[in-house]
């Protein structure tokens, strides 16, 4: 009996000190402009914060303007741990949406869907502008969708237990052996 407490103690401890890091998966920290945020000019860039790197596997980012056509302009670009979208030049007024996905720095999916608002048209803004032949296209992310907070505390409490039995099951055996 004393071995199998030993077991389950040594488990325990072992499950116990380990790196608690490795279930964490970067997320978004800031966007500029910000989420509901009313700006007086239209931004030259849609910027999208993470806390790590994201990959460029799968990151993009759709900026649709007033009448729902898109206005970013060429790819999103990473530049360290932010994704910047160039939207185009001499924006309306009016509310704009920002559509985006990206991929962590450990693989993990992300995406969201935030709104700005731009009070003064820029001086040569055009009526209507005509979409560009290759903006990416976003299946529409549902603003009342849940971000991924990791894994769910199950698989943990799971791995402990399992060690827990491993360890009462090695002590069986070498109990047989003594």
Known sequence: M????????????IVGTG?????????????????????????SAV???????PLPLGTQVL??????????EGPAEIRDTAVVQPVRDALPAGAYRVEWRSTSSDG???SGTYDFTVTEAAAS???????????????????DAPQDAGLPAV??????????ALGVLTARRLRRRS
């Open 2 to 13: 004393g071995q199998a407490l030993l077991g389950m103690a040594a488990t325990a401890l």
């Open 19 to 43: 790196p608690s890091v490795a279930l964490a998966h970067d997320g978004l920290v800031s966007t500029t402009p910000a989420p509901a945020e009313t700006v007086s000019t239209a931004p």
């Open 47 to 53: 910027e999208l914060r993470f806390t790590g790197e």
């Open 63 to 72: 900026v649709s303007g007033p009448d729902g056509a898109p206005v970013s």
């Open 108 to 110: 993990h999916p992300l």
């Open 125 to 143: 803004a055009p009526a209507s502008a005509p979409a560009a032949a290759a903006e990416p296209v976003l299946e529409p992310a549902r603003a």
């Open 155 to 164: 698989y943990p409490l799971a791995g402990v237990g399992l060690l827990g």
